[in-house]
């Protein structure tokens, strides 16, 4: 290896070869360096010698765990297993280096593993399917300076924030709300790529929606565009932020053009990395032009080429490339979305626009800000939410009433506060956010910045549907202000008035997971399970390893009283807390009480921070109407977000009778 230092190492019983493959290739094509010996031979001096030099200079272990390694008592993997090991003894006990990766359903517990193994935190990746989520996470362990405990230790009970390292999505099974509101309200302001798929969604409810809800399909529009995300040329891949940034700038100037329908950055940002056939994308993305581009930075000068295509028949209509210093940036972009907007033969942007939706005429305060949002979007740490936090602040500094900075800001502290458990920080970035909209009174993000919080952490229902309905007044084009309306409205038990702007959101970001799995779980609360089960469909066409879609059909299953199928879908969710639900609930309803009961205990040791809702939903479903209520009022006392989504979950119906349910929801003052 040329750089051994940086390098994984893949430990595995032959039998798990196929999986462990599998593993392998989604690592290397995430561009990380991969040791896998393909080798059936086992044995030899030299292959003994060149091993355990692998595994003593590897910077990250991973050791597939499985039946097979279960069943054998023997094997050269459990050599390389305790070589591992050893080595952990010389490390700092913080250090990220095991990293173990379950390809079934063996449990993380009484496993016959090196000690070091079972303190860490396992990821579940079935067959060896390895999501994009896990790839990013080993890239960041592999990234110096990166803090690498938060994602690694198994959390204590007790002592883990209300939304933790993880970030699996949970839509139908009492994830955390607050993050998928500040996620899409991150959105609004126009992030790099920010997989919806990886983060936390609660259960949603609606009035009966079915696949004719959804907007109509029909020939895509002649004016219409997507625009792809730009490569990034640059030998400093660190400058993956300034691609994505330039990409969703396009994107919004674009987007401001009467007439040119172009989708939402979620749906254009699901194919980033994608080897796929222009036509197949505008096919999915609803369009007849693609955007697409390339981005080279090497200190002051700045390279972008663009090029603008009809689908359908691959001829160029516009193409250019830019040699400019970097400080032209604002240039470059105005000049590429001119020359779109030229093409497409509709009217130039009004005077003034471009600038309002950069936000700054500071080109500086532009890349710090685009730096702010790169670290937003990584993997949840406190050290990324310093970084944002620190980067915002220099291009605040920069340009004082740059809003968009002003209003991630926010953001950066409210996640760093809420990560870290810090309620006093958590107290002011409250309190900066209701200075928002004072300060930029027609900055539409502001106000749907302070609706999340609002919604999230204060239980202010009205002043957040008075701050949705403000930024949508502003932007009438924003998907993620309609579907966090659409939230908003379930929650307060308005379930008809929730469909229109959930259909708005689909129109505008019909690729969008988020949003589909909010439509999944409206379908399931009105037993319209057919409905339901198209929804999911959907989803996996989108993403055949979608957390999301496996999760809601695990409560799917459930409620229809299929539990052997809803059981089977619980090792391809890896979030801890969510999976321990699904097997909880499919085993107890199977007849299995002591699996059942195993599983209840298992949730309780990871930590009640985040999981009091889950424990209370546990209850719920094994009929002890005492424990659940129990929890559900811990949860309202700690102000868990994900409580508040209770109005139209199917599986606490058993409560609705018990005095208890109402008294519940007025503490949270819900319509009763």
């Not at 379950?102 to 860490?120: L, M, Y």
């Not at 529009?221 to 995300?229: F, I, N, Q, T």
């Not at 979305?337 to 003034?352: N, P």
């Not at 950069?358 to 890349?367: D, F, S």
Request: glycine content about 6%; aromatic content about 8%.
């Amino acid at each position: 290896m040329t750089e051994p230092s940086r390098a994984v190492f893949l430990s595995y019983a032959s039998q798990d070869a196929e999986a462990a493959k599998r593993i392998c290739e989604a690592l290397r094509a995430g561009g990380i360096e991969v040791w896998f010996d393909r080798s059936e031979l086992r044995g030899g001096d030299a292959w003994d010698q060149k091993i355990r030099r692998e595994v003593h200079d590897c910077a990250l272990f991973i050791p597939i765990i499985s039946a097979n390694t279960v069943s054998r008592h023997e094997g050269y993997f459990r050599l390389e297993w305790n070589l591992a090991d050893q080595r952990t003894q010389m490390m700092a006990r913080g250090r990220a280096f095991i990293i173990p990766a379950c390809i079934d359903s063996t449990p993380d517990s009484g496993t016959d593993v090196p000690e070091s193994f079972a303190r860490v935190q396992w990821t579940r990746l079935p067959a060896g399917e390895t999501p994009p989520v896990f790839v990013a996470r080993v890239s960041q362990l592999l990234s110096p300076g990166e803090p690498q405990t938060p994602a690694q230790a198994r959390p204590a009970t007790g002592s883990a924030p209300s939304f933790g390292p993880s970030t699996a999505n949970v839509v139908a099974s009492r994830g955390t709300k607050v993050l998928a509101l500040l996620i899409a309200a991150v959105a609004l302001l126009g992030l790099g790529y920010f997989a919806l798929d990886k983060f936390v969604l609660s259960k949603r409810v609606a009035a009966p929606v079915t696949q004719g809800d959804l907007p109509a399909r029909s020939a895509s529009p002649e004016k219409s565009v997507a625009v792809l995300p730009f490569v990034n040329e640059s030998s400093d891949k660190e400058q993956e932020y300034f691609a994505d940034g330039l990409t969703d700038t396009m994107i919004n100037l674009l987007s401001k053009v009467a007439d040119l329908r172009v989708p939402a950055r979620s749906s254009s940002f699901f194919f980033k990395g994608k080897n796929e056939e222009l036509s197949a994308i505008a096919a999915k993305l609803h369009v007849t032009h693609v955007l697409e581009g390339a981005v080279r930075r090497a200190g002051n000068r700045l390279r972008v080429s663009a090029e603008l295509i009809r689908a359908d028949t691959g001829y160029h209509t516009w193409s250019e490339t830019y040699d400019r210093d970097a400080k032209d940036i604002f240039k470059v972009q105005d000049e590429i979305s001119a020359a779109v907007v030229a093409a497409l033969k509709l009217k130039l942007v009004a005077a003034g626009t471009n600038t309002k939706v950069r936000g700054t005429v500071n080109p500086e305060a532009y890349n710090q800000f685009l730096i702010g949002n790169h670290y937003l979007t990584e993997l949840p740490s406190a050290d990324n939410y310093r970084r944002a936090g620190e980067a915002l602040r220099k291009a605040l500094a920069l340009d004082p009433a740059y809003a968009d900075a002003g209003a991630q800001l926010v953001l950066a502290d409210a996640y760093l506060a809420n990560y870290t458990g810090d309620a006093a920080g958590l107290k002011r970035a409250i309190a900066a956010a209701e200075r928002l909209p004072l300060a930029h009174p027609d900055h539409g993000p502001s106000y749907r910045i302070r609706a999340a919080i609002r919604d999230s952490w204060q239980w202010n229902w009205a002043g957040a549907q008075a701050d949705y309905e403000k930024a949508l007044a502003l932007d009438p084009a924003d998907a993620s202000a309609y579907y966090d309306e659409s939230l908003l409205l379930q929650t307060l038990g308005r379930f008809r008035e929730s469909i229109a702007p959930s259909q708005k959101a689909l129109a505008l970001d019909g690729l969008n997971l988020g949003y589909l799995s909010g439509l999944a779980s409206v379908q399931m609360a009105l037993r319209d399970y057919a409905a339901a089960d198209q929804t999911v469909n959907r989803m996996t066409e989108i993403n055949p390893r979608s957390e999301q879609a496996a999760s809601i059909l695990s409560t799917l299953r459930l409620l229809q009283s299929r539990y052997a199928e809803s059981l089977a879908e619980c090792p391809k969710i890896s979030d801890e807390g969510t999976r321990i639900v699904c097997v909880a609930t499919a085993q107890h309803s199977l007849g299995h009480h002591a699996e059942a009961h195993q599983a209840l205990s298992d949730l309780l040791k990871t930590g009640t921070g985040g999981n009091l809702a889950n424990l209370a939903g546990v209850y719920a479903w094994f009929g002890d109407s005492d424990q659940a209520f129990a929890w559900f009022d811990k949860a309202v006392a700690a102000r868990e977000s994900s409580v508040i989504s209770i109005l139209g979950d199917r599986t606490l119906d058993g409560l609705h009778k018990d005095p208890r349910w109402s008294a519940l929801l007025k503490k949270m003052n819900l319509p009763r």
